[in-house]
């Protein structure tokens, strides 16, 4: 006699569901929009070590602007 279907080991390194959230990622109305990817493609700060500490500095004292 075989075992059950629910006594058998499952692999959790392969998910049914990753290339479906792909998909729905990659199709999403929020990555379509050509200025949406340019935003995802544009510098996320200062690469300047010294610019980017004064930043920090700026808003841990709380200056906004």
Partial sequence: MTKHI??????RTHSKVMPFAEVTRRTAPEGSNPA?????????????ASLRARAFFRIDRGYTV
């Fill in 6 to 11: 629910l006594d058998r080991q499952h692999s």
């Fill in 36 to 48: 949406a990817k340019q935003l995802l493609r544009r510098k996320k700060g200062p690469m300047n």
